[in-house]
Nanobody, 124 residues
Framework: QVQLVESGGGLVQTGGSQTLSCTAS????????MAWFRQAPGKEREFVAA?????????YSDSVKGRFTISRDGARNNKAYLQMNSLKPEDTAVYYC????????????????WGQGIQVTDSS
């Protein structure tokens, strides 16, 4: 199983930008799909973005497409980033990093490993 740790959350202003990072530890990282989900207050957790090792295989939810970008990096392909631009109040949520092997998916139940979550809050 993959262990995941998120960082980079906090207060953001409407229209601003924020980058979340996820560091993974485990074996055979090149076959791991990494994804971001989020859970807003009073709502179900929802898919945000996912990426295989190659960014062109990325998936996005309609609500963030064109504003958020997921990328992979790290010497062992063990980092995932979520660049969030043009932030809106409705982006306020706890963001979770998740991982699975080997196929990309939007479905929460498909993901085997989860981080502890990190809060992103609109301060406007």
């Amino acid at each position: 199983q993959v262990q995941l740790v998120e960082s980079g959350g906090g207060l953001v202003q409407t229209g601003g930008s924020q980058t979340l990072s996820c560091t993974a530890s485990g074996r055979a990282m090149s076959s791991v799909v990494m994804a971001w989900f989020r859970q807003a207050p009073g709502k179900e957790r929802e898919f945000v973005a996912a990426s295989t090792l190659k960014a062109e295989s990325a998936l996005y939810s309609d609500s963030v497409k064109g504003r958020f970008t997921i990328s992979r990096d790290g010497a062992r392909n063990n980092k995932a980033y979520l660049q969030m631009n043009s932030l809106k109040p409705e982006d306020t949520a706890v963001y979770y990093c998740a991982a699975k092997r080997p196929f990309i998916s939007r479905i929460e139940a498909d993901y085997e490993s989860w981080g502890q979550g990190i809060q992103v809050t609109d301060s406007s």
